[in-house]
T-cell receptor, first 112, second 110 residues
Framework: SQTIHQWPATLVQPVGSPLSLECTVEGTSNPNLYWYRQAAGRGLQLLFYSVGIGQISSEVPQNLSASRPQDRQFILSSKKLLLSDSGFYLC???????????FGNGTRLTVT | SQQGEEDPQALSIQEGENATMNCSYKTSINNLQWYRQNSGRGLVHLILIRSNEREKHSGRLRVTLDTSKKSSSLLITASRAADTASYFCATDPGTYKYIFGTGTRLKVLA
């Protein structure tokens, strides 16, 4: 069966520090991969998605970036965090168009 | 970006009662999905209804879809305390991007 791992679960980082959140999927190949951010009590904002290795589509400019170095690995990065980057970050995958999304347990990021 | 909207934003009911939440959207869709999110956790897929379907059941869940009104409803029957969570609809316009609503916070009182 397929599983998705996302880490760390919580992270407290100072303003200006770098960020790296990692997500891996097991039990499937060539998944579509997604990074979402959720503000407290709000809906989901799509940040990035990828339909294949090395292919990244960005929905939100700003100081975040994403990479997909391997088929089932998706990384969210920042060179310098801002206070506004605080939030709950969710990685998700799906098998293809029309399939449901499967989410990781999320990373609670607090930028201080 | 466009967002669906759930209604109500929050709902509080007694255990054993039914809970109904609604979702409205703006674009044409291939399917609509409902997800549940427990506090501090990721979303879990509950049910998917295709655009050519009008009603779908899964256990205590019943979903309806009215494409002419661009709306959907999720009914949870005989609710339990464990159903306490936020519920989101997501529309699939047939691209790589799903559009999520803002969610309904359901609280089931024991």
């Amino acid at each position: 069966s397929q599983t998705i791992h996302q880490w760390p679960a919580t992270l407290v980082q100072p303003v200006g520090s770098p960020l790296s959140l990692e997500c891996t999927v097991e039990g499937t190949s060539n998944p579509n991969l997604y990074w979402y951010r959720q503000a407290a009590g709000r809906g989901l904002q799509l940040l990035f998605y990828s339909v294949g290795i090395g292919q990244i589509s960005s929905e939100v400019p700003q100081n975040l970036s994403a990479s997909r170095p391997q088929d089932r690995q998706f990384i969210l990065s920042s060179k310098k965090l801002l206070l506004s980057d605080s939030g709950f970050y969710l990685c998700a995958w799906r098998q293809g168009v029309g399939s449901p999304l499967h989410f990781g347990n999320g990373t609670r990021l607090t930028v201080t | 970006s466009q967002q669906g909207e759930e209604d109500p934003q929050a709902l509080s009911i007694q255990e054993g009662e039914n809970a109904t939440m609604n979702c409205s959207y703006k674009t044409s869709i291939n399917n609509l999905q409902w997800y549940r999110q427990n506090s501090g956790r990721g979303l879990v897929h509950l049910i998917l209804i295709r655009s050519n379907e009008r009603e779908k059941h899964s256990g205590r869940l019943r979903v309806t879809l009215d494409t002419s009104k661009k709306s959907s409803s999720l009914l949870i029957t005989a609710s339990r305390a464990a159903d306490t969570a936020s519920y989101f609809c997501a529309t699939d316009p047939g691209t790589y991007k799903y559009i999520f609503g803002t969610g309904t916070r359901l609280k089931v009182l024991a």
